[in-house]
């Protein structure tokens, strides 16, 4: 992704800011909303990359679109047109998320499933993250892959945790290869 060195830079100095202010809370909900919106409307999107559109412009879009957004926030669309950096916006809203969750000690694991989510399945999970990070604030993702047959893989940070019968098939597989 274009930009991501300043978007973490951005991103870093945002959080410092609203953790000073003690609004890193609110700011983290209004990323979410730029996040999200910006990633779910390819016009949005679009319009923000465009170079012949101006940036003043594009920030009248960004205030008709967030119309509740906290002063810090405005602040850093400000600082961002200023720069002619507004295109990476939602890049530096995902990198805040991100960088506030880290902050607040909360660990976010992605569950890939054969099935939706079940609650047995999700505390097992929920467990198995808390046993490999030993944080209690756990957000969990949830993947559907049919192709794993059954059980479950977690996913924390750069650990895996397969309990997939596909894995366990394929390691019968192996060992029956091997003798």
């Given amino acids: 992704m274009a930009g991501t060195r300043a978007a973490i830079r951005y991103a870093k100095a945002v959080l410092d800011l609203a953790q000073e202010q003690k609004v890193a809370e609110a700011v983290n909900a209004d990323m979410k909303a730029i ?9 949005l999107d679009l319009m923000l990359q465009s170079s012949v559109i101006k940036s003043e412009l594009k920030k009248d879009t960004l205030l ?5 957004l906290n002063s810090t926030t405005t602040g850093l669309l400000d600082v961002l047109i200023s720069n002619k950096r507004i295109d990476i916006i939602g890049a530096v809203a995902t990198k805040y998320q991100e960088l506030y969750d880290k902050a607040q000690g909360i660990v976010e694991a992605t569950v890939t499933t054969a099935v939706p989510l ?6 097992k999970a929920l467990a198995k993250v808390k046993e490999l990070t030993g944080s209690d604030k756990v957000v969990i993702a949830n993947t559907v892959n049919e192709d794993i047959i059954g059980g479950f893989i977690l996913r924390v940070g750069d650990k895996e945790y397969n309990a997939s ?14 003798n």
């Fill in 35 to 43: 996040a999200n919106t910006i990633s779910e409307n390819e016009d």
């Fill in 64 to 68: 008709k679109v967030f119309t509740k």
């Fill in 118 to 123: 079940t609650k047995e399945i999700e505390t």
């Fill in 165 to 178: 019968i596909a894995n366990q098939l394929n390691k019968l597989k192996r060992e029956f290869t091997l």
